[in-house]
């Protein structure tokens, strides 16, 4: 078929399904709402891969499949069409898009069926599949930030879906308002590139990126991609802009898994990667990027040590995973960063969606000292949260492995790499190895701590095929990309992932450092050792239960303390931001708002009123009255003509 | 010729004062009767009052157009009265008398 045809199709399916569901919102019939909704996505995916296949066909120098369906904006030097690029870094994303947002969708029917607003629930989750596809593929940044914001929009309404209790409420604002800080930093970006390069087009600043050398934080370049950056930090959720995250986990589930974990969140890093030649003209900003990325990783990890809340852990997890994608972009390594992104979306959508099914059989709790033993009870949700758990803590052979040690070995071989970057990576995957495993002794091993009145139950198929269906792609998710050192003992996997990019990524200018196999070879021992014995060490302390978690916050102390409080950063963000700008804004309000404008505009109206009521006294009603002012007119003007 | 002096010696003058005497008692009536009847009659007296003037004025300038107009404030007259007492008429009817006063009702 017509590749323009597709991609509108592919585009116009998830809309389609969005206007159906919308329509009906109050409807609660969910076996109808969901049906729309996963068929419309599973078009979707169907599209996507015929895409792919003819991309695969197409010689690799010209993969790249455009629909421009209309000029959108015209304004002198600035043109923006409604065009859209399946390239090899758009189809992986549409793949991961539409693949796992079915799974999502189906999940979804089972874990949704008893809400009032199920209806309304779908289609909100085909708008954001819409927005999110109109996002990737969109070949200027303009047509992105459409659905940049379309996405934070649609994140918005599903975090705050249950919007009837406040704090949920709260938390889809705090989530759209932090969103908001990176976006106008988006914005801005987008004039500083406008302004040096005269296009927004993607391809256009890309092909014109190699001219650009800049060492300066001045230049053009670097300011304009550190702006994007920040952007990327809002949506991505990077320090210093994490904070809604977490909160974030108030929406469903399934929202959990298929926006802040898969896809939505990866936006920044996708962004980075399709801008890749333009940010590595500007080493100072990779050099943030990388920097923030091996911050956020190590930070989030030791807050998701402390957490008590499954779906928190799984936040700040995916927190810290987004921090490897960064780390990986920032030190040039765009094909690893690429990759993760798709491992983690296999397997963080897998474990989100494994705790949806845990919450599920618990009657709604998610706190995991309330639960153990879980094993027993939800058979197919632990096999499969196993394989989620051991992709993530990186155990050979299993997907997060391969992304993971690429990203680690690429942080300290590249030459914007460093021993530092790559410390922080690995102390990193010890921290995630230990509080995955912390979890999944709290949640599934050990003795039960289940209160008698709930009774654990597995879900239906609905729910426990798309968990098996990703499952399978969190173990085997790893082999597109098998890094040369290791095949050479798999019997010679090629590498696809490094082909397949190969042509859109730009090679650093500094060349490749010269490192040998055995120093790649004994980072990689070092760090699967590392993870795998804190692994171990968690699953000693935990397996036996609540009790110790009493005495690892004794043993810490305030440390314990500091992290257990995610390091003060909402009260920081409150007592140094917030709570001033509130302050300033009663002032402003009392003092300019109140006793300046209003009170001018009182004075006016009184002014008014007075006149008026002086000219009110003269219209008594009585009509000799009237009849006198007309004899004394009358006398007056005389008085004037004739005595002139 | 004693008629011819009669009339020259009563001249311009006089017809304007008794014009502007009887003038002034109609307004006087307008202005400070309260009577409904009373009032409407003092604008009849302003009125004639000033068609004394006209037909005055007419004879002594030697012109028709004085008079002319005459006709036509008389007609207007009629025409005020039968509306003048259609409102006395129905004020009566409501208020059981003819005050003006009760024309401040009309007062939004």
Redesign the interface.
Same mark, same amino acid.
């Given at each position: 078929m017509d590749h323009q045809l597709l991609i509108a199709i592919l585009l116009l399916s998830p809309l389609v399904g969005f206007v159906l569901n919308g329509t009906r919102f109050r409807s609660q019939n969910y076996v109808l709402a969901g049906a729309i909704a996963t068929g419309a996505v599973v078009v979707s995916f169907i599209c996507s891969v015929m895409l792919m296949l003819q991309l695969i066909d197409a010689d690799p120098e010209h993969r790249r499949l455009t629909a421009t369906f209309f000029e959108w904006i015209a304004v002198g030097g600035l043109k923006i069409n409604a065009g859209f690029v399946v390239d090899q870094i758009s189809s992986i994303m549409i793949l991961i898009i539409t693949g796992v947002g079915s799974l999502i969708h189906l999940f979804s029917i089972g874990y949704m069926h008893h809400d009032k607003g199920v209806t309304k629930y779908f289609a909100y989750l085909n708008l954001f599949i819409f927005n999110m596809l109109i996002l990737v593929l969109g070949d200027s940044l303009v047509t992105m930030f459409v659905g940049w914001e379309g996405v934070g929009l649609c994140s918005y309404l599903l975090i705050g879906f249950w919007f009837s209790d406040s704090a949920k409420a709260a938390a889809g604002m705090k989530a759209f308002i932090t969103n908001r800080i990176g976006d106008a930093a988006f914005i801005i970006g987008m004039f500083i590139l406008f302004f040096t390069f005269g296009t927004l087009n993607m391809y256009e600043l890309n092909a014109l990126a190699p001219t650009v050398v800049e060492a300066s934080w001045l230049g053009a370049a670097t300011l304009g991609t550190l702006m994007l950056f920040i952007g990327a930090t809002g949506k991505s959720a990077q320090v210093p802009l994490y904070v809604w995250l977490p909160d974030a986990m108030a929406g469903p589930t399934p929202v959990s898994a298929l926006i802040h974990a898969a896809t939505m969140v990866t936006a920044g890093v996708y962004m980075i990667v399709r801008l890749n030649p333009m940010f590595v003209a500007a080493p100072n900003t990779m050099m943030v990027i990388a920097i923030v990325g091996a911050v956020t990783a190590v930070m989030a990890a030791t807050i998701g040590l402390t957490q008590f809340d499954i779906k928190k852990v799984l936040a700040y997890s995916t927190v810290s995973q987004l921090g490897y994608m960064f780390l990986a972009v920032g030190v040039g390594a765009f094909g690893a960063g690429m990759m993760h992104l798709m491992t983690h979306a296999f397997f963080k959508a897998l474990m989100f969606l494994g705790s949806g099914s845990v919450i599920h059989a618990m009657d709604g709790e998610q706190d995991i000292q309330l639960m153990g033993g879980l094993k027993k009870k939800l058979p197919i949700t632990h096999a499969t949260f196993v394989m989620g758990w051991l992709a993530i803590i990186g155990f050979p052979l299993f997907s997060g492995f391969f992304s993971k040690d690429e990203i680690l070995w690429q942080a300290y071989s590249s030459p914007r790499g460093s021993v530092f970057l790559w410390m922080a990576g690995a102390l990193g995957a010890t921290l995630t190895a230990f509080y995955m495993t912390r979890l999944m002794a709290l949640t599934f091993w050990g003795g039960s701590r289940v209160p008698k009145s709930v009774h654990p139950h597995e879900s239906p198929a609905i729910m426990t095929i798309p968990l098996i269906v990703l499952a399978i792609l969190s173990v085997v998710g790893g082999f597109v990309g098998v890094p040369h050192v290791i095949s050479e003992y798999l019997g010679h996997i090629p590498n696809f992932w490094e082909h397949w990019l190969e042509p859109v990524i730009r090679r650093l200018p500094e060349g490749v450092s010269e490192h040998s196999a055995t120093e790649e070879w004994g980072l990689m021992a070092t760090s699967v050792t590392l993870a795998l014995v804190s692994a171990f060490t968690a699953y000693r302390i935990y397996t036996n239960g609540k009790k110790t978690n009493e005495q690892i916050a004794k043993a810490f102390g305030p440390v314990y303390n500091v992290v257990n409080n995610k390091y003060f950063v909402d009260e920081a963000y409150f007592g140094g931001i917030i709570n001033p700008l509130v302050k300033q804004s009663q002032n402003l309000w009392m003092y300019i708002d109140v006793n300046f404008i209003d009170k001018t505009t009182h004075v006016i109206a009184d002014m008014t009123k007075g006149v008026g009521s002086l000219a009110r006294s003269f219209q008594t009603g009585n009509m000799q009255q009237y009849a006198m002012y007309i004899g004394l007119g009358v006398v007056t003007v005389l008085t004037f003509v004739l005595m002139r | 010729m004693p008629e011819t002096n009669f009339i020259t010696t009563i001249g311009l003058e006089h017809y304007l004062v008794l014009s502007a005497v009887l003038f002034s008692m109609g307004?006087a009536g307008? @202005? @400070?009767r309260r009577n409904l009847i009373v009032l409407l009659m003092s604008v009849e007296l302003m009125l004639n009052a000033v068609n004394i003037s006209f037909v005055a004025f007419s004879k002594y300038n030697n012109n028709i157009e004085g008079q002319i107009m005459v006709f036509f404030v008389m007609t207007i007259a009629a025409a005020e009265a039968a509306v003048g007492l259609a409102l006395a008429v129905s004020i009566f009817k409501r208020f059981k008398e003819v005050n003006?006063?009760f024309?401040?009702h @009309?007062?939004g």
């Open positions: - | 307004m307008v @202005l @400070l003006i006063r024309f401040e @009309l007062k």
